[in-house]
């Protein structure tokens, strides 16, 4: 029986001990670098697709689809009252749309940093601040007419 009783209070020790370690261990760490500190506030979020419909001598030749991710402090974003995800969106459409430099069936031509940096600029300015950091594109392609499946 003592040694029951005396099994179960070095468990209870022990628990508390590693716990102890642990949470030391956890607030006395040093910081990473200057690189983590910087890149530890910013949120990355994703934006819907954009998909954008590529007109040639009045006619539909077919479809750019877009999918970009921001980069924005995440206190700024959570203070904000608007949220930046539609104005980009409406801007990339836009740029995209009146785009007469946009060759579909050369993409890989297409100067996404310009584009990048266009709606990185016109979206802060919308906003009236410098709430969107960078601008990153996860995907960009073009799909022909006859290859779209319509319902």
Not at 100 to 105: A, C, D, P
């Amino acid at each position: 029986m003592i040694r029951l009783i005396a099994v179960g209070l070095w468990m209870c020790l022990a628990t508390l001990a590693s716990s102890y370690g642990a949470v030391y261990y956890m607030t006395h760490q040093m910081p990473g670098t200057e690189q983590d500190i910087t890149l530890g506030g910013l949120d990355y979020e994703r934006l819907r697709p954009i998909n954008v419909p590529i007109l040639e001598n009045g006619a539909l030749q077919g479809y750019v689809v877009a999918q970009l991710v921001f980069t924005a402090d995440g206190d700024s974003l959570g203070n904000s009252a608007i949220p930046p995800h539609p104005f980009i969106i409406d801007e990339t459409f836009r740029l995209l749309y009146a785009d007469t430099s946009l060759n579909f069936r050369r993409l890989e031509r297409y100067d996404l940093d310009r584009l990048k940096q266009q709606v990185r600029e016109t979206v802060n300015a919308r906003l009236g601040s410098d709430l969107i950091q960078d601008i990153l594109v996860e995907e960009f392609n073009y799909f022909a007419k006859d290859d779209v499946i319509s319902h």
